[in-house]
C-alpha cells in the first residue's frame, strides 16, 4: 500500500526502491507492477530482505 501512494507522489521516470523481508514480495510487487503499467528496474534477494525497484512509468 505505501508502494502506491507513493508511485502518485512522484514524477513520471522516477524509482522507487521497496525493502522487505516478506518472500511474498518478490512475486507480489512485480505482478502488481506488470497490472498497472509501471516498469520492473530489479529484484534482490540479499538473504534476510528482498529489495525490489520500480520505475513510475505513468
Request: hydrophobic residues 40%; without cysteine; negative net charge.
Given at each position: 500500500m505505501e508502494l502506491i501512494a507513493t508511485l502518485k507522489l512522484i514524477e513520471i521516470g522516477d524509482?522507487?526502491?521497496?525493502?522487505?523481508?516478506?518472500?511474498?514480495?518478490a512475486?507480489?510487487?512485480?505482478?502488481?507492477?506488470?497490472?498497472?503499467?509501471?516498469?520492473m528496474v530489479e529484484v534482490v534477494d540479499h538473504g534476510d530482505h528482498w529489495s525490489v525497484v520500480v520505475r513510475k512509468a505513468k
Open positions: 524509482e522507487i526502491e521497496v525493502l522487505s523481508t516478506d518472500k511474498g514480495t512475486a507480489d510487487v512485480p505482478e502488481w507492477v506488470a497490472k498497472v503499467g509501471h516498469e
